[in-house]
């Protein structure tokens, strides 16, 4: 099996920072891909931002310029840095890690629980 758990959510004021972090354990092979996605009440889940194996990233037109996508991969570690956090990043921040199960030939997406995230004016 394999656990995905987010930290680092929390309150801040406008024009403030976070930094989430992912940590993905358990039996598997490797890390393809890790993405952050996030929804607020009465929304659908969105896509923040992905990094890939290759190292290559996409962000949504939202967060271009305020949010980075890191990973530590030796320590199976994913990060979201956030900056300059506006009102309306107010949602739940969900991780997702796409891995190997071990004894697996296909790939399987984990989620976590998600960490909330608050930005007041």
């Known amino acids: 099996q394999v656990q995905v758990v987010e930290s680092g959510g929390g309150s801040v004021q406008a024009g403030g920072s976070l930094r989430l972090s992912c940590e993905v354990s358990?039996?598997?092979?490797?890390?393809?891909?890790m993405a952050w996605y996030r929804q607020a009440p009465g929304n659908q889940r969105e896509l923040v931002a992905r990094?890939?194996?290759?190292?290559?990233?996409n962000y949504a037109d939202f967060v271009k310029g305020r949010f980075t996508i890191s990973r530590q991969p030796t320590m199976n570690t994913g990060y979201l840095q956030m900056s300059r956090l506006e009102p309306e990043d107010t949602a739940n921040y969900y991780c997702?890690?796409?891995?190997?199960?071990?004894?697996?030939?296909?790939?399987?997406?984990?989620w976590g629980q998600g960490t909330q995230v608050t930005v007041s004016s």
């Open positions: 997702k890690a796409n891995v190997i199960p071990q004894g697996a030939v296909r790939t399987k997406d984990y």
């Open positions: 358990g039996r598997f092979v490797s890390i393809i891909e």
């Open positions: 990094l890939h194996t290759s190292g290559t990233t």
